[in-house]
Nanobody, 124 residues
Framework: QVQLVESGGGLVQPGESLRLSCTATGFTLDTYAIGWFRQAPGKERKVVSSISSGEIRTYYTDSVKGRFTISRDNAKNTVYLQMNNLKPEDTALYYC?????????????????WGQGTQVTVSS
């Protein structure tokens, strides 16, 4: 069964950090580009970051540049999103997604597999 499972979300205060994990079962991630998306209540799902297969290229939306880092550990079949200096506007449900195209992808329709999401809440 092909599945993506996110973990690592939670409630933190502004300025704190979280590391999200996206682990695949039923297939290996190393030939897939991976994206992290987020969706706040009442808003559309948007890309946060993407990493190509082979870790050659990465993409970050402007609002997270310098604060978030995407990486992959193919031995663990896992992709991470390290989120530092979190802000209240980062509050959302975070999803990981996989596409069999090798390069980064920024549009939701480009992705083939999706996880169920993990909630990130940044509040004082």
């Amino acid at each position: 069964q092909v599945q993506l499972v996110e973990s690592g979300g939670g409630l933190v205060q502004p300025g704190e950090s979280l590391r999200l994990s996206c682990t695949a079962t039923g297939f290996t991630l190393d030939t897939y580009a991976i994206g992290w998306f987020r969706q706040a209540p009442g808003k559309e799902r948007k890309v946060v970051s993407s990493i190509s297969s082979g870790e050659i290229r990465t993409y970050y939306t402007d609002s997270v540049k310098g604060r978030f880092t995407i990486s992959r550990d193919n031995a663990k079949n896992t992709v991470y999103l390290q989120m530092n200096n979190l802000k209240p506007e980062d509050t959302a449900l975070y999803y990981c997604a996989a596409t069999d195209q090798w390069t980064i992808a920024t549009l939701a329709h480009e992705y083939d597999y999706w996880g169920q999401g993990t909630q990130v809440t940044v509040s004082s």
